[in-house]
């Protein structure tokens, strides 16, 4: 059974940083896209970053550019989203999803919380 | 503002059946497959239709999907309370390097 399970969200101040991580079982990791969804409050849907097997190929939406980076760890079957600069409208559920020509899993998500 | 075009709301009657639609251009809907996704309240996005038209396993046939040009329909038949939800099309966007969402459309079963 396919599995992703999201941690590290919490309350940080505008300015701050904050790890995510995605723990995925149930599948072979290295085979697949990896990215990061988040829904704020209120809001639609909106695709943060993705990201190829090995890790050389990452793409972002234009309003995190420069302030998250998106990694993994295949030898520990982990997503991860490293967030600096965090500003309020950053506040939103993260999802980690498996991608192929669509999200096929999507883990529970992991609220995040800017404010001060 | 969404790159892809989703009415607000729809709604029908239990039974009834109702149609989502999704607009966008040929650099995204138009070159590329399209994914539909429900999202009950409080619970994660779920994967409906994928590659324009396809069901993934343990989705009912209840649910399709059909792309033309630069917009894409998700069709439900059958409608039950249960189908109460937030609904997204998705997309590659070739110009943006990007999925794009559209906006969502609630559903209410009246």
């Known amino acids: 059974e396919v599995q992703l399970v999201e941690s590290g969200g919490g309350l940080v101040p505008p300015g701050g940083s904050l790890r995510l991580s995605c723990a995925a079982s149930?599948?072979?990791?290295?085979?697949?896209?990896m990215s990061w969804v988040r829904r704020a409050p209120g809001k639609g849907l909106e695709w943060v970053a993705n990201i190829n097997q090995d890790g050389s190929e990452k793409y972002y939406v234009d309003s995190v550019k420069g302030r998250f980076t998106i990694s993994r760890d295949n030898a520990k079957n982990s997503l991860y989203l490293q967030m600096n600069s965090l500003r309020a409208e950053d506040t939103a559920v993260y999802y980690c999803?498996?991608?192929?020509?669509?999200?096929?899993?999507w883990g529970q998500g992991t609220l995040v919380t800017v404010s001060s | 503002q969404s790159v892809l075009t989703q009415p607000p709301s729809v709604s029908a009657a239990p039974g009834q059946k109702v149609t989502i639609s999704c607009s966008g251009s040929s650099s995204d809907i138009g070159n590329n497959y399209v994914s539909w996704y429900q999202q009950l309240p409080g619970t994660a996005p779920k994967l409906l239709i994928f590659?324009?038209?396809e069901r993934p396993s343990g989705i009912p046939d209840r649910f399709s999907g059909s792309k033309s040009g630069t917009s894409a329909t998700l069709g439900i038949t059958g409608l039950q309370t249960g189908d109460e939800a937030d609904y997204y099309c998705?997309?590659?966007?070739?110009?943006?390097?990007?999925?794009?969402f559209g906006g969502g459309t609630k559903l209410t079963v009246l």
């Open positions: 149930g599948f072979t990791f290295i085979s697949y896209w």
């Open positions: 590659d324009n038209n």
């Open positions: 999803a498996r991608a192929t020509t669509a999200f096929d899993y």
């Open positions: 998705g997309t590659w966007d070739s110009s943006l390097s990007g999925v794009v």
